[in-house]
């Protein structure tokens, strides 16, 4: 990523437009054979010479221009013949931001097949199941993990629908009338290119394409940051169901020998702010003056390498996460066991209803089983409550009460599943 974003590549970019722009003015007629069979030979930059020039200028693309007429000669006046500053820098600007999109798109399959790999290991490892943090029902940690999947295959899609609405050049003029150039050059230069141009343009490309770019790179940002602190509760001390990898001769702690921290997941979120900060500026950007202000631009020259260099980033470190995961399969079904059956209570709740107790009936039987075992005042077990209570023990035998406590129950669609994310 940081060679897409490097000054020579973004240059090169910017000579790819004007070199297209001149030879679409060559098939027009405008530019002599010679001439532009000349530009297209000698045209060329040096950066430290378009920043010797841009110290007098203050203009990049003055600058930019100035230096390739330098190489090129006379037929340098043909150059940037028609052209605003932005015909060509948010053009060019497309082209980088497309070669970043390809980046983003392969590094998030190299991360969903990560995920795969794991989901299909761990299929049928039991794991407690929480909301609110706070023990639910079992699952598997396979299914955590295709829950993952197929959230990272809505943001694969996502990243494509953001590099085709990326994907537009525009080749217009001062506020896109086309008034000193046709729409046959644009035409011919995005073509070349391999962008699309926009129907209709200002002086610029219109920033709610960009907004959306920046904002898809927040969200895949947020969904892998969603993953990272899951990754960080699992490591708690008092859970310890997976842990990060951790490197021989890594220390956690300046202070503490014993400690490793889930610095990995904790450097993702923190990246993930500033993604979702990119994404405001962005969106902030579509508000400009008339036909075009320079307010974007400062925040443009930012965003663009940073935002993709932190998300390309981001999915390399998960990935890294995923890979040397440590699992603790014997911790998870400990936890299960924590609370001694508890987690059966809706189970009891509906075979009530089904026997034809009324719901909030049966609820108020089941929960006050179910408080004193939480809180360990009964000193016993959620499932010897069940079989003591008379009233529940008036319409559930002995032998439904253990049939309920089976944890193969909660498991049973986990194949079911598996198929609808990964064969659909």
Known sequence: MSKIWSDQNRYQKWLDVEIAVCEAWGKLGRIPEESLRNIKEKARFDIDRIEEIESVTRHDVIAFVTCMGEYVGADARFIHMGLTSSDVL????????????????????DLMASIKRLAFKYKDTPIMGRSHGIHAEPTTFGLKLALWYSEMKRNLIRMYAARDVISYGKISGVVGTFASIPPDVEEYVCKKLGLTPAPISSQIIQRDRHAQFFTTLAIIGSSIEKFATEIRHLQRTEVLEVMEPFAKGQKGSSAMPHKKNPILSENIIGLARLL???????????????ERDISHSSVERVIGPDATSLLDFSLNRFKGVLDGLVVYPENMRKNIDLTKGLWHSQRILLALVEEGVSRDEAYTWVQRNALPAISGEAKSAFKDLIKKDKDITSVLSQEKIDAIFDITYYLAYVDTIMKRVFNG
């Open 276 to 290: 979702r900060g990119y994404a405001i500026s962005a969106t902030e950007n579509v508000a400009l003056w008339h």
């Open 90 to 109: 948010d053009t060019a600007n497309a082209l980088l931001l497309r070669e970043s999109s390809d980046v983003l798109i392969n590094e998030i399959k």
